[in-house]
C-alpha cells in the first residue's frame, strides 16, 4: 500500500466516525486562526511510547515534535521513519507524501482522530507549522519545561486545513539600545515559531550599541558594543548586560551568530539582518570616527552628543567600510534580504561637509535628500550583485527609490512605493510598535515610548484590528505587500521579562493579522482564545501584559 492512500485511509477512517461541535466556544483555541478549521467528537490521548513516524523529509520536524512532547509528560515518543508495512494506529505521522504542492510550501493539512494524528504538507515548513498548531491543540501545560503530572494530555479531534495570508510574518528586535544575549533570542524565536512567524529581523547596530563582530574592523565591537552606564534614564540595576569592566553592553561573535541562525532554520524562521546607514551611526562612528563628516570624535554612550551619527557620503572610505561589513554579513546570513536601516539621517553634517557637497556637484544630485538616495543606491547596487535584495525604511524613499530595493513602510511611502513596483513590509508607526504603552492609563505601565495623545497608546486589540492592506487598493498590486511586522525598540527596557512584557499578547493578535485570512478576523473569537495563550505563557515562563487592555471589553 502506498503513503498516500494510507494518509487518506486514515483521515476517511476518522472522519467517517466523528461529528461537528456546532458552538464555536467548544472550538480548539489555535493562534494565528488556521484556514479551515472542524472540530470532531472524540479525543486522542497521548500515551508513553507513542510512536511519531516519519517520511525521510520529516525526520527533524519528527525530532522536534517528540522532544517537545517529551519535556512536559515525561513519555518517550521513539521518531521512526516509516517503511510503509507499519500501520499507523495510535501513531503520529508526519509526511509530505501525497500532498501536492499547488497550496505553497507552509501550508498543512492537520487530522486528529481518536485513532491517529496525520500532519502534512508539501514540504518541512508546513508540516513543522502543523506541529505547532497540534502543541496548541494539547494543555497549556505541553509548554512546560519540566514533566507535568495530573494532566491528561488528551487532544480533541479535529481537522484542519491551513495556509498563511502572508509570506513576511515579522518581529523585530532592538538589540543596540538593549543588548540581549543569544539565550534570550533564541527565547524569542522559540515564541514566533508557536505562532507561525517566520521573520526575525535582528536590528544589530543602532545609535548606542554596535553588536556583531566583524573580522575585518575590530574596534566594532571593542568600542562600539560597550557604554558608560544604560543610558535613558533607566535604572542600572535592572539589567544585568554589563562586561568584567562594568560598561553597558555587549555583542554576538561570528560563531554565536551561526548558531542562531541554525536555531531560527531549525524553526523555519529566516533572519534578516539590519546593520543602519547612513545614520543611527555614532557606534560605528565611535570605533572609526575617520567615516564621518567631522571625524569625530564619537561615543557610544547615551549621554552628551543626541546626534545620531551619520557617515560622510563623500568620501569613498564610507562606503568601502559598509561594503566589507556587508561582505561578512552576507557570509553569515543565508536569507534573500539584507536590511540597511537608512531612517531619521541627520543631513545637517552633509549640508557643511565640503567632500559631501563635492559628490552631491560630481553626481549632479540637487539636495541632501538625493545625496541619501545616491548612498542608498550605491549600496543597493553591491547588494544585488551579491544576488541580495535591499530592503529599508520609510525614508529610502527619498530622492528616489534604489532599484529592486523592499520599502519596511513605518511613517508611509509604501503605497507609493507599490505604485512604481517595489514590495513593501507593513510596520506602520501606530499598530505595530510595541515599545509603545498598552494603554491610555500610562501611570499603570512602566515607562514606554511616546507621550501625548492616543497615537502612543496600543492595545493589543488595536493591533488586531491592523490591516496590512491600504484601503482602497488595486488588487492586481496587493501582491507587493509582502506582510507585516511588529518591533520592538528597546530605549526604555533593560531586561527580557521587561522585554516580553512589552511584546506579549501583542505580537500573537499581529500574527494573526499576518497568517489568518482578513474575512475570518473576529476580535470576540480572538479574544476567547487569548485565555489559553496567556496559560502557555504561564507554562512556557515567558511574561506578557496581564490587565485587560483598554477598549477591550
Ligand atoms: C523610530 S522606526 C525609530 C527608532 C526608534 C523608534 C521608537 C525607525 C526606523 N526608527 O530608532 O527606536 O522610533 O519608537
Known amino acids: ?14 472522519l467517517a466516525a466523528l461529528n461537528s461541535f456546532a458552538a464555536s466556544a467548544n472550538m480548539p483555541a489555535i493562534i494565528p486562526l488556521p484556514e479551515k478549521i472542524e472540530a470532531r467528537a472524540g479525543e486522542y ?8 513516524l516519519v517520511d525521510a523529509a520529516s525526520r527533524e520536524t519528527g525530532e522536534f515534535l517528540a522532544q517537545r512532547l517529551r519535556r512536559a509528560t515525561g513519555y518517550k515518543f521513539p521518531v521512526s521513519t516509516t517503511d510503509k508495512t507499519q500501520p499507523v494506529k495510535r501513531a503520529i505521522l508526519l509526511t509530505t507524501e501525497g500532498f501536492p504542492s499547488g497550496k505553497g510550501a507552509e501550508s498543512y493539512r492537520l487530522t486528529v482522530g481518536p485513532d491517529a494524528i496525520v500532519i502534512g504538507g508539501p514540504g518541512q515548513a508546513g508540516v513543522f507549522w502543523g506541529v505547532q498548531s497540534l502543541l496548541q491543540l494539547l494543555p497549556p501545560e505541553i509548554f512546560a519545561d519540566k514533566p507535568v503530572k495530573g494532566v491528561d494530555w488528551e487532544v480533541a479531534c479535529v ?7 502572508f509570506a513576511w510574518r515579522g518581529f523585530m528586535l532592538d538589540v543596540g539600545r538593549h543588548f540581549f544575549t543569544k539565550e534570550e533570542i533564541k527565547q524569542f524565536l522559540d515564541v514566533m515559531a508557536i505562532y507561525k512567524l517566520n521573520t526575525f529581523h535582528w536590528h544589530l547596530a543602532d545609535t548606542v550599541g554596535w553588536r556583531i563582530e566583524i573580522k575585518k574592523y575590530p574596534r566594532l565591537t571593542e568600542v562600539g558594543a560597550w557604554r558608560n552606564g544604560i543610558g535613558y534614564s533607566l535604572d542600572p540595576k535592572a539589567s544585568t548586560a554589563y562586561g568584567p569592566d562594568g560598561r553597558y553592553g555587549g555583542f554576538y561573535t561570528q560563531a554565536d551568530i551561526r548558531e542562531v541562525v541554525a536555531y531560527a532554520q531549525a524553526r523555519h524562521i529566516t533572519i534578516v539582518p539590519e546593520i543602519e546607514m547612513p545614520g543611527h551611526s555614532r557606534a560605528a562612528l565611535s570605533a572609526y570616527p ?7 570624535p564619537y561615543s557610544p ?4 552628543d543626541p546626534d545620531l551619527g551619520v557617515y560622510c557620503a563623500g568620501k569613498d572610505e564610507s562606503f568601502e567600510f559598509l561594503q566589507n561589513v556587508l561582505t561578512e554579513i552576507f557570509d553569515l546570513f543565508p536569507g534573500k534580504y539584507i536590511h540597511i536601516g537608512g531612517d531619521e539621517v541627520n543631513k545637517d553634517h552633509w549640508k557643511k561637509c565640503a567632500l559631501c557637497q563635492a559628490r552631491m556637484k560630481t553626481e549632479g544630485l540637487k539636495n541632501e535628500e538625493e545625496l541619501q538616495s545616491y548612498f542608498v543606491r550605491r549600496m543597493g547596487k553591491f547588494i544585488t550583485s551579491h544576488g541580495r535584495t535591499l530592503i529599508g525604511w520609510s525614508e529610502i524613499c527619498q530622492g528616489g527609490l534604489a532599484q529592486n530595493a523592499v520599502v519596511m513602510d513605518w511613517i508611509g511611502g509604501g503605497v507609493e512605493a507599490i505604485g512604481s513596483g517595489h514590495d513593501v513590509v507593513m510596520t506602520q508607526e501606530e499598530f505595530c ?8 492609563d500610562h501611570d499603570a505601565e512602566p515607562r514606554a515610548f511616546g507621550k501625548g495623545g492616543p497615537k ?11 490591516e496590512p492592506v491600504p484601503a482602497n487598493m488595486d488588487p492586481q498590486l496587493q501582491s507587493h505587500i509582502l506582510g507585516a511586522q511588529g518591533n520592538l525598540w528597546t530605549e526604555y527596557i533593560a531586561s527580557m521579562r521587561h522585554a516580553e512584557y512589552m511584546v506579549f499578547p501583542r505580537l500573537c493578535a499581529l500574527a494573526e493579522v499576518t497568517w489568518s485570512p482578513h474575512a475570518t478576523r473576529n476580535f470576540d473569537d480572538f479574544k476567547r482564545r487569548l485565555q ?14 496581564k490587565d485587560t487592555p483598554a477598549g477591550s471589553e
Not at 1 to 8: C, D, G, R, T, W
Not at 45 to 52: A, D
Not at 433 to 440: C, E, F, N, Q, V
Open 45 to 52: 490521548k497521548l500515551r508513553s511510547g507513542t510512536r511519531i
Open 301 to 304: 554612550d547615551c549621554s552628551g
Open 433 to 440: 510598535y510595541l515599545d509603545h504603552w498598552h494603554s491610555a
Open 159 to 165: 481537522q484542519v486545513e491551513d495556509q498563511p495570508r
Open 456 to 466: 502612543w497608546d496600543l492595545p493589543w486589540s488595536k493591533v488586531y484590528a491592523y
Open 532 to 545: 489559553p495563550q496567556l496559560e502557555r505563557f504561564d507554562s512556557l515562563g515567558v511574561n506578557y501584559h
Open 290 to 296: 575617520e567615516l564621518s563628516c567631522s571625524g569625530g
Open 1 to 14: 500500500m502506498k503513503y498516500p492512500s494510507l494518509i487518506q485511509l486514515a483521515t476517511i477512517g476518522l
